[in-house]
């Protein structure tokens, strides 16, 4: 099961009663950050999660609401005893970036591995997750991410049977192992099924829709995604290269998400719910964020034995 | 008068119940805000003051708890409208701190002066604040402050007859105008007085105590100073270097201040309060410091007439 939090669902300027918009996922005691503007580091301790957990923060861009509050955040990580590396993923420019902001965070007790995406995209996969990039269309290099969590196939005895695997070493085939018995190597998909279906969450911020976006948020469970505005001020959405809520239920609509938060509103939209009339017009699932916002997602045949 | 705010009282890290130790000084319209850590500009909103009011930010040393929040804080500024220029001071090496923090902040609608304190302190004067480093002894290169804002002597008809000046610039003179007729100069100083009692205060934070420091913020009519534990964790302050309520009550005593407010308290101090009768047994008009705590403070002689 994922474990997921809004932290904050604010868009610009943090305010006193709206931390900026970021996320955090956690597997198995392991978590992914998405995004970490000014206060990330006290909306993380509001809603409740460990910093030591954090092997990777993906940053979508580098506005200062995206990112400024890496240096506070990593050092909670360091306070808090991380000691196994972190890796920070971003657009092009991210190291400098992280590198500048690093300046007042120098003696981290933990190394900062730092993946520089290249304009076209990417993927990657740490600590059971496998990450791509959303292609984004903002004022400066942009990326979305939608990360997955893979489920491997049902355990099956007659196929490790039929495949001739010995007894002894099906278990340790089941839980993902790969067995060297002198020559020969047995390797996990001989005693599984077919992968089964995972858990998707994709996060997408400071952009204008794009033709592709839908496609590339296909079946998430859960679609973390900008509504800055109401259709009311769609002319300053346009100009500032961000997304209405209307637009986002779209885009909801097509990829076939399963439930889905609004984030990232503007600071002149004190009440998202306000507008959301206008989402679930075309999304009805669509639910304004908030800041702390949780949930938590099972794989879909949870409760069956893969025994 | 001079309106004082402790911003925030927090030392280390911020946490969800208190900002990080600032304090902003506004005199006519203009302001100096002292430390800018991450939040900072979050406790300004809630403190209720004007970004576009501050022409000098003071940076006491570069851990991240007083300059993170620097980026976040200058595109706040600029947000509310400032296109005057900001003077950034601090220890030397704030030059290369402000650029790379700023890297999140490239198109600032004013222009950044940073001027580099050297080692063994300095003086400037803006906006009618006159500001003095106070020696510091921290783990790093550290700065107290100590602003004054001065007060011209008192309007002398009788000085201004026998000087010989003529009786229509007595006005100007007396307004602080320097006056030019032909050959002749008149400065303020032959109509007024001698230099009246103005209003001081010092800002000491992330040092351990020194033999000089009492002098230093001498007649002060508010200190805020560091109290960052109780006696109970006197040997973890001498270590991190920093000061203890008792410590900090010391300096105020010698210095002969009016009012203090202790602050950057220890994440580790919940309730600063169960430690102040420490402070009050060496000083007892010593106050814990609260996030938004304000005062006052008038020159001696207001409600007298200047004319």
């Given amino acids: 099961m994922l474990d997921v939090c809004l932290m904050g669902c604010g868009g610009s300027m943090p305010k006193p009663d709206r931390w900026l918009s970021s996320a955090i996922m956690r597997l198995e005691g392991k978590s992914v950050v998405i995004d970490c503007g000014e206060g990330t580091q006290l909306a993380m301790k509001e809603a409740g999660f460990a910093f030591k957990s954090v092997g990777v923060i993906l940053i979508t861009h580098f506005h200062a609401d995206h990112v400024s509050g890496l240096p506070g955040f990593l050092l909670s990580m360091g306070n808090e005893g991380r000691t196994d590396p972190v890796l920070i993923a971003g657009p092009r420019g991210i190291s400098r970036v992280v590198r500048s902001l690093c300046v007042v965070a120098p003696d981290l007790p933990f190394e900062v591995e730092i993946l520089e995406i290249p304009r076209e995209g990417g993927s990657f996969s740490r600590d059971g997750f496998d990450v791509e990039t959303v292609e984004a269309s903002h004022t400066c290099p942009c990326f979305g991410y939608r990360i997955r969590i893979n489920r491997a196939g049902k355990f099956d005895p007659e196929k490790a049977e039929s495949n001739g695997v010995p007894l002894k070493y099906w278990n340790r085939l089941q839980h993902g192992e790969t067995v060297t018995d002198g020559d020969l190597v047995f390797t996990p998909d001989l005693v599984l099924g077919p992968p089964r279906r995972g858990i998707t969450v994709s996060y997408v911020v400071d952009t204008r829709p794009l033709p592709g976006m839908a496609k590339a948020v296909e079946g998430s469970d859960l679609l973390i ?83």
Avoid: Q, Y
Avoid at 259 to 276: A, M, N, Q, R, Y
């Fill in 225 to 307: 995604i900008e509504g800055m505005f109401g259709e009311e001020k769609r002319e300053r959405a346009e100009k500032s290269m961000h997304m209405t809520m209307a637009e986002a239920a779209r885009i909801a609509r097509d990829a076939g998400a399963e439930k889905v938060w609004l984030t990232h509103f503007s600071p002149s939209v004190p009440d998202p719910g306000e507008f959301i009339g206008e989402a679930r017009a075309i999304f009805p699932a669509a639910e304004p964020g908030e800041d702390g916002m949780k949930t938590t997602l099972f794989f879909r045949e949870d409760g069956e034995s893969d025994e």
